[in-house]
């Protein structure tokens, strides 16, 4: 037993660890969730701020596609002429203002001979005449614009050259754009490019030996990257972005870390506050047991001295049994007023008695004492039933101290099967025999206490072999219930029963009262054996 009580004591230990798991299985996904749903967002907000700058970087191409085709045509249409070709092409050449570092212009039947005319810097493409040869060979083939990358010489360079389809073809305009030899360069002037990382390279793919120009000393980039694809002549810019800092904000960044930290905080709350609990309820607990085994003993004690107020034994006259039942009521532990007793009078008489004092604790329990032992004193007087009443209200004033007590007094004649009853306020006694039962009446008076009365006692006859039984109130009395109804209801309860008398009062207390007694109940019986 002790055992059970041990695991049961400390299973709620549990509690708290299950508050902060759940606590924190809770956090980490709510965090969880949190940072998939700004990592999509950054995701979004990347590819949209790539797709913006992609778009800028395509509307720069047909300005340097425009000039580029002007320049083709003019040589076209002037046979080659250098001087007009120069001063056609200044404006787009020079470090300020210019679209290119170089603008010359190519004979296609002469490639090995080099440029016609160069603006600005010499090309970088012809210092290789067998890549000039082919690059320039391969662009007459595709009119249109056409890129090479010029990225393995100590000044990279990108080329461009473009045939206008519909013409002769005979003359190519070729243009160089210098990059920085480090790659470095910065475009987060534009709206477009700031706070983003970012690398555009020659080609569909991401490759570091195409790299045009980045932002970092050290591609690649790092953290979430973006890619988009520009068409540019007979090949493609790939452009490659990545994020410098949250796209979203702050908070959004920080929103995972705050719902950690606050869950954790708040499940270690949760946890300790369930540990508290749990405290207090073992607390708790462990005074309810206290309390119910005080209770317990208090009760003990009570019922003790309640069955001390009793009589030890009912006198026994051949003829006739007696047999007398006390329960107490769930009210507290106070002992209380309700009692009976049987006394032996001379000539085979005896006196019944059945009292309830209102009130329960120890100032009932002594009223009740002077009670009976004021009726045994005045017994031996007087064996009349009235008269003892009518002594006791001269004798008690209990309504001095706010009590009250209804009494019933009768005597019994064993052998003239004779019954005489008195009664203060009290319910008349039940008197069952050849299968019937009625309650004998009496002239019932003021309860004790109430005033100096004087009494009237009632005789009825006795059959052979009839039952008489007191009760108090507690025995019949129910919430909402009619007392009529409730007297009726123990009439047909104890007729017919075929039972010694102790276990008919026993069947009785049972039957009426199932669950436990709202209020004490003294029961006493007499039944003629003959």
Same mark, same amino acid.
């Not at 999509?40 to 907000?45: A, D, P, Q």
């Given at each position: 037993?002790?055992?059970?009580?041990?695991?049961?004591?400390?299973?709620?230990?549990?509690?708290?660890?299950?508050?902060?798991?759940?606590?924190?299985?809770?956090?980490?996904?709510?965090?969880?969730?949190?940072?998939?749903?700004?990592?999509?967002?950054?995701?979004?907000?990347?590819?949209?701020?790539?797709?913006?700058?992609?778009?800028?970087?395509?509307?720069?191409?047909?300005?340097?596609?425009?000039?580029?085709?002007?320049?083709?045509?003019?040589?076209?249409?002037?046979?080659?002429?250098?001087?007009?070709?120069?001063?056609?092409?200044?404006?787009?050449?020079?470090?300020?203002?210019?679209?290119?570092?170089?603008?010359?212009?190519?004979?296609?039947?002469?490639?090995?001979? &080099?440029?016609?005319?160069?603006? &600005?810097?010499?090309?970088?493409?012809?210092?290789?005449?067998?890549?000039?040869?082919?690059?320039?060979?391969?662009?007459?083939?595709?009119?249109?614009?056409?890129?090479?990358?010029?990225?393995?010489?100590?000044?990279?360079?990108?080329?461009?050259?473009?045939?206008?389809?519909?013409?002769?073809?005979?003359?190519?305009?070729?243009?160089?754009?210098?990059?920085?030899?480090?790659?470095?360069?910065?475009?987060?002037?534009?709206?477009?490019?700031?706070?983003?990382?970012?690398?555009?390279?020659?080609?569909?793919?991401?490759?570091?030996?195409?790299?045009?120009?980045?932002?970092?000393?050290?591609?690649?980039?790092?953290?979430?990257?973006?890619?988009?694809?520009?068409?540019?002549?007979?090949?493609?810019?790939?452009?490659?972005?990545?994020?410098?800092?949250?796209?979203? !904000?702050?908070?959004?960044? #920080?929103? @995972?870390?705050?719902?950690?930290?606050? !869950?954790?905080?708040?499940?270690?709350?949760?946890?300790? !506050?369930?540990?508290?609990?749990?405290? #207090?309820?073992?607390?708790?607990?462990?005074?309810?047991?206290?309390?119910?085994?005080?209770?317990?003993?208090?009760?003990?004690?009570?019922?003790?001295?309640?069955?001390?107020?009793?009589?030890?034994?009912?006198?026994?006259?051949?003829?006739?049994?007696?047999? &007398?039942?006390?329960?107490?009521?769930?009210?507290?532990?106070?002992?209380?007023?309700?009692?009976?007793?049987?006394?032996?009078?001379?000539?085979?008489?005896?006196?019944?008695?059945? &009292?309830?004092?209102?009130?329960?604790?120890?100032?009932?329990?002594?009223?009740?004492?002077?009670?009976?032992?004021?009726?045994?004193?005045?017994?031996?007087?007087?064996?009349?039933?009235?008269?003892?009443?009518?002594?006791?209200?001269?004798?008690?004033?209990?309504?001095?101290?706010?009590?009250?007590?209804?009494?019933?007094?009768?005597?019994?004649?064993?052998?003239?099967?004779?019954?005489?009853?008195?009664?203060?306020?009290?319910?008349?006694?039940?008197?069952?025999?050849?299968?019937?039962?009625?309650?004998?009446?009496?002239?019932?008076?003021?309860?004790?206490?109430?005033?100096?009365?004087?009494?009237?006692?009632?005789?009825?006859?006795? @059959? @052979?072999?009839?039952?008489?039984?007191?009760?108090?109130?507690?025995?019949?009395?129910?919430?909402?219930?009619?007392?009529?109804?409730?007297?009726?209801?123990?009439?047909?309860?104890?007729?017919?029963?075929?039972?010694?008398? @102790?276990?008919?009062?026993?069947?009785?207390?049972?039957?009426?009262?199932?669950?436990?007694?709202?209020?004490?109940?003294?029961?006493? !019986?007499?039944?003629?054996?003959?």
């Amino acid at each position: 037993m002790e055992g059970r009580e041990t695991d049961a004591s400390r299973s709620p230990l549990w509690l708290p660890v299950l508050a902060l798991v759940v606590g924190l299985a809770v956090t980490v996904a709510l965090a969880l969730v949190s940072q998939a749903q700004y990592n999509r967002n950054e995701k979004r907000l990347l590819h949209l701020r790539a797709g913006d700058a992609g778009a800028l970087v395509a509307s720069t191409l047909p300005g340097l596609q425009s000039s580029l085709a002007s320049a083709a045509a003019l040589a076209d249409a002037t046979n080659g002429n250098v001087k007009r070709f120069v001063t056609f092409v200044a404006p787009y050449v020079g470090r300020r203002s210019g679209q290119f570092a170089s603008l010359s212009l190519w004979k296609l039947s002469a490639l090995g001979k &080099g440029p016609l005319a160069v603006a &600005g810097v010499t090309p970088e493409l012809s210092r290789s005449p067998s890549k000039a040869a082919a690059f320039l060979s391969a662009a007459a083939r595709h009119p249109g614009l056409n890129v090479i990358g010029l990225f393995q010489s100590s000044d990279p360079r990108l080329g461009l050259a473009f045939s206008e389809p519909g013409i002769s073809g005979a003359y190519f305009a070729y243009a160089e754009n210098r990059l920085p030899a480090s790659r470095r360069s910065r475009l987060q002037s534009s709206n477009q490019f700031a706070g983003l990382h970012y690398a555009i390279y020659l080609g569909r793919e991401p490759s570091l030996q195409n790299l045009i120009v980045s932002d970092l000393t050290h591609p690649p980039l790092p953290g979430r990257r973006a890619i988009v694809v520009v068409p540019f002549g007979n090949t493609a810019l790939t452009l490659e972005m990545s994020t410098q800092h949250s796209l979203a !904000g702050s908070l959004p960044q #920080r929103l @995972p870390w705050i719902i950690a930290i606050v !869950g954790a905080l708040l499940s270690l709350a949760a946890a300790a !506050g369930t540990g508290v609990l749990v405290q #207090r309820r073992r607390s708790a607990e462990r005074l309810a047991r206290e309390n119910r085994a005080l209770y317990a003993e208090q009760r003990g004690i009570a019922q003790q001295l309640q069955h001390a107020l009793l009589p030890d034994r009912l006198p026994q006259l051949s003829g006739v049994e007696t047999s &007398g039942r006390y329960e107490a009521g769930e009210q507290g532990v106070d002992v209380g007023g309700d009692w009976y007793d049987v006394i032996e009078l001379a000539d085979r008489r005896l006196l019944v008695v059945i &009292g309830d004092v209102a009130g329960r604790g120890l100032r009932a329990a002594t009223t009740m004492a002077r009670l009976r032992y004021a009726i045994h004193a005045y017994s031996r007087d007087s064996e009349d039933p009235a008269e003892i009443l009518t002594k006791l209200a001269r004798l008690v004033r209990l309504s001095d101290g706010g009590q009250l007590a209804t009494i019933l007094c009768a005597l019994v004649d064993v052998d003239a099967h004779s019954i005489s009853v008195a009664s203060a306020g009290h319910l008349p006694p039940l008197l069952i025999h050849d299968g019937q039962g009625s309650y004998v009446e009496s002239h019932t008076g003021l309860p004790i206490g109430v005033d100096q009365v004087v009494y009237r006692s009632n005789t009825v006859s006795a @059959p @052979p072999a009839a039952t008489l039984i007191a009760f108090t109130d507690g025995l019949v009395e129910h919430r909402g219930e009619h007392l009529d109804d409730s007297l009726d209801r123990l009439r047909r309860a104890a007729v017919g029963r075929d039972a010694a008398l @102790p276990e008919l009062l026993g069947e009785l207390l049972s039957e009426l009262h199932s669950g436990a007694f709202s209020d004490d109940i003294a029961i006493v !019986g007499l039944r003629w054996t003959s």
